[in-house]
């Protein structure tokens, strides 16, 4: 399996750092993360529970704490963004409505926060001078069926399309996509898990043939501190990772319990897709990763030269049940394992 996102970590000692949504599943692992990998001179967690945010600021070590500033603000508000964001070096937007079912019960909710919250932290980062800006996508924006799906795509066209509007400023942004974060906030796992602690008789499987690409929230980490190092700028990052049955996942986590099948929902997909054969034409890959070219005008991937990067072939398609790499339950396991995540 190609999981090592081995590329070198950028130069974050001495770096000030700025995380919308850093109190959510990601948000708060990057942040642990760069306090145990790193000095950096600043941490800003940016969101809008200031409970989230009280519980965060109890998990962080007290040496470190001085580093932490938790503001309270909402990515709906530029003004806020662009105070938060002075004298910041790197900005990972995290913060997003992420929730399919609610998204399309509440369509302008989800706009507000994904479309024009993009927007913001554009003109935010561009004001005050953010060197680099990585935002966090997922494999529902490709090909969208959905509108979470597509008020990221639409987010992913507002980041790429950002870098034409630097001029002579530094600010470069990319876009970071991948799949499935086992075990994060309303996924899956913790679901499975409530379940089988409060004696269901049964684990609810929508299609039996249903696929999806897992990542774990320290690879989804890992990946995106180097892309941050590796980006130029108009880049879409896709990470290699593995698919695996909604079946043999519940398999895995209760081998006992019987499957119900209960029907596809709304908006959901059998599949979900990463590269479609459009997006294939500007596609590079590597060794870990796929790169989705942008049509900058000053775009070259010259910088790329010592990552083996090679065009993807004609036709090609990332798609959770079209992948080389299969997780089954023992590797489903042994990942848990290895990423401390319980089940
Ligand atoms: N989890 C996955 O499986 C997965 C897969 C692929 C991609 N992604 C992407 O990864 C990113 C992070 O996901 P996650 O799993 O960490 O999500 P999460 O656990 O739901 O966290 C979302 C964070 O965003 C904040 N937030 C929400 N609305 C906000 C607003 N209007 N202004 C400021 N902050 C706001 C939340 O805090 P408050 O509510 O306190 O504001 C929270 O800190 C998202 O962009 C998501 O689309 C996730």
Redesign the pocket.
């Known amino acids: 399996m190609t999981l090592n996102f081995n590329d070198p970590s950028p130069a974050l000692d001495g770096a000030s750092l700025l995380i919308?949504?850093?109190?959510?599943?990601?948000?708060k692992a990057f942040a642990h993360t760069l306090l145990e990998r790193y000095e950096p001179r600043r941490v800003i967690i940016?969101?809008?529970?200031e409970l989230?945010q009280y519980e965060m600021e109890q998990t962080i070590p007290a040496d470190k704490r001085d580093r932490v500033r938790f503001f309270i603000?909402?990515?709906?508000d530029a003004e806020r963004l662009e105070l938060a964001m002075r004298e910041i070096d790197y900005v990972i937007h995290?913060?997003?409505?992420?929730h399919v079912p609610a998204a399309e019960y509440n369509p302008f909710e989800c706009v507000k926060?994904n479309i024009h919250?993009a927007e913001n932290v554009v003109m935010a980062a561009l004001r005050t001078g953010v060197k680099r800006v990585i935002a966090?996508?997922?494999?529902k924006a490709a090909s969208p069926i959905n509108l979470y799906g597509a008020s990221?795509l639409a987010s992913d066209k507002i980041f790429v399309a950002a870098n034409n509007l630097a001029g002579t400023n530094d600010t470069r942004f990319a876009v970071v996509r991948?799949?499935?974060?086992l075990g994060?906030?309303?996924?899956v796992l913790p679901f499975f898990r409530q379940l089988i602690a409060s004696n269901a008789t049964s684990l609810p499987i929508t299609h039996p043939d249903m696929t999806r690409f897992w990542i774990t929230l320290g690879q989804g980490v890992d990946f995106v501190l180097s892309s941050l190092e590796i980006m130029s700028g108009g880049e879409i990052f896709i990470p290699k990772i593995p698919s695996m049955k909604i079946t043999d996942f519940a398999s895995a986590i209760a081998p006992d319990m019987p499957q119900e099948i209960v029907g596809i929902r709304p908006g959901e997909k059998l599949h979900e897709t990463m590269i479609t054969s459009d997006d294939a034409r500007t596609t590079l890959e590597l060794e870990d990763r796929y790169i989705i070219e942008p049509s900058l005008a000053f775009w070259s991937n010259a910088h790329l030269a010592g990552h083996n990067a090679r065009p993807v072939p004609d036709g090609f398609e990332y798609a959770s049940n079209q992948n080389n790499e299969w997780l089954d339950a023992d590797g489903l396991l042994r990942l848990m394992k290895e990423f401390g995540i319980e089940y």
Do not use: H
């Not at 995290?94 to 992420?98: F, G, N, R, V």
């Not at 994060?184 to 996924?187: K, L, P, V």
């Open positions: 919308t949504g850093g109190t959510g599943s990601f948000g940016f969101s809008r529970d989230k603000g909402d990515v709906r995290a913060a997003a409505l992420k926060t919250g966090l996508s997922t494999d990221k991948y799949g499935n974060v994060s906030r309303g996924s």
